[in-house]
């Protein structure tokens, strides 16, 4: 599977950026997919992710409310919806994609047991 991040941008406090996760390979179906995100000098931390078959989600305590994750069954892809951004959000988003909910996705999360990643995607939000 390869995975393929776009999105990200340059936005001001409170406004909105959606990125997409596109997948090619294979299909992800069955899969689990995730938003990371690794800020300067701080360790890669997940903050949301979504069970492909069954649609179940997760996200962190950081943007619960304001984050939503999603998929598109038809493009292959997974969606971060993200609105009223903060400048603590500013960040490099990376997806992940795993067969299973282990290591990669729950948490406490060990980035390096997912089976495959995207490159990142940088995100900055101005104050």
């Known amino acids: 599977v390869q995975l393929q991040a776009s999105g990200g941008g340059l936005v001001q406090a409170g406004g909105s950026l959606r990125l997409s996760c596109a997948a090619s390979?294979?299909?992800?179906?069955?899969?689990?997919v995730g938003w990371f995100r690794q800020a300067p000098g701080k360790e890669r931390e997940l903050q949301a992710s979504?069970?492909?078959?069954?649609?179940?989600?997760y996200y962190a305590d950081s943007v619960k409310g304001r984050f939503t994750i999603s998929r598109d069954n038809g493009k292959n892809t997974v969606y971060l919806q993200m609105t009223s951004l903060k400048p603590e959000d500013t960040a490099v988003y990376y997806c992940?994609?795993?067969?299973?909910?282990?290591?990669?996705?729950?948490?406490?999360?060990?980035?390096?047991?997912?089976?495959?990643w995207g490159q990142g995607t940088q995100v900055t939000v101005s104050s």
């Open positions: 979504i069970n492909w078959s069954t649609s179940g989600t």
């Open positions: 390979g294979r299909t992800l179906s069955g899969y689990f």
């Open positions: 992940a994609a795993d067969r299973t909910i282990g290591d990669c996705l729950r948490v406490p999360v060990r980035p390096s047991a997912c089976d495959y």
